[in-house]
């Protein structure tokens, strides 16, 4: 069975320093990974995604993740954040050949301080 | 945004009453999810559906049913409530079995009391 293990709860950081969220996956298969973002009172949003090709996937807001199938890890990184990263990310996969279940991480928040 | 609204987004029950959440959307994707977010555990999938009346279940089923009688409606019952479901319940689509992206409703609050 898939699970996926986020191991910090929350990660404080300042502003403008980087950051890493830690995302370690458990599958016999094939997977696709994922990132989701939830802001305050809001529902989840897709960051970014690993589907094939290029191990290394970026999003449109300067974070990116890098597939190491070796050590089964998704990690998600920005070099310099914003008071605006401040919410939760959640690390996801799925299995290629049944991808239309999704296992959810517990979830890490980014809290970014002045 | 994707069109998904949740319904009721907030509601307080009693223990021992049916409650039923309702999911709509307005993309006319095939596949829709129910989830429940709790403190330390992330999204968990309650039951999923991939087509009108073709529904199955997650990680998380017992004490829910759902149903499915329209593409764009997907209805979760809790049967009689109970107070480890207060959660916070979201609804997802998704386009094609491949599930390259889920879109997420935003979210129903369900305190049980």
């Known amino acids: 069975a898939q699970s996926v293990t986020q191991l910090d709860s929350q990660v404080p950081v300042f502003e403008e320093a980087p950051v890493e969220l830690r995302c370690n996956y458990s599958?016999?298969?094939?997977?696709?990974l994922f990132w989701y973002v939830q802001y305050p009172n809001q529902g989840l949003q897709l960051l970014l995604k690993?589907?094939?090709?290029?191990?290394l996937v970026e999003s449109i807001n300067g974070f990116e993740a890098e597939f190491n199938k070796s050590q089964t890890s998704f990690h998600l990184r920005k070099p310099s954040v914003h008071i605006s990263d401040t919410a939760e990310y959640f690390c996801?996969?799925?299995?290629?050949?049944?991808?239309?279940?999704?296992?959810f991480g517990s979830g890490t928040r980014l809290l970014v301080r002045p | 945004d994707a069109g998904i609204t949740q319904s009721p987004r907030h509601k307080v029950t009693e223990t021992g009453t049916p409650v039923t959440l309702r999911c709509h959307q307005t993309?006319?994707?095939?596949?829709m999810y129910w989830y429940r977010q709790d403190p330390g555990h992330g999204l968990r999938l309650i039951h999923y559906?991939?087509?009108?009346?073709?529904?199955d279940k997650g990680e998380v089923s017992d004490g829910y049913s759902v149903s499915r009688s329209k593409t764009e409606d997907f209805l979760l019952t809790l049967e009689s409530a109970t107070s480890s479901q207060t959660s916070v319940y979201f609804c997802?689509?998704?386009?094609?079995?491949?599930?390259?992206?889920?879109?997420f409703g935003q979210g129903t609050r369900l305190t049980v009391v």
């Open positions: 996801a996969v799925s299995e290629t050949d049944s991808s239309y279940k999704l296992i």
């Open positions: 690993y589907l094939s090709g290029s191990t």
């Open positions: 993309e006319n994707h095939r596949y």
């Open positions: 559906s991939y087509g009108v009346k073709d529904t």
């Open positions: 997802a689509i998704s386009e094609t079995d491949r599930n390259t992206e889920a879109f």
């Open positions: 599958s016999s298969v094939s997977v696709y």
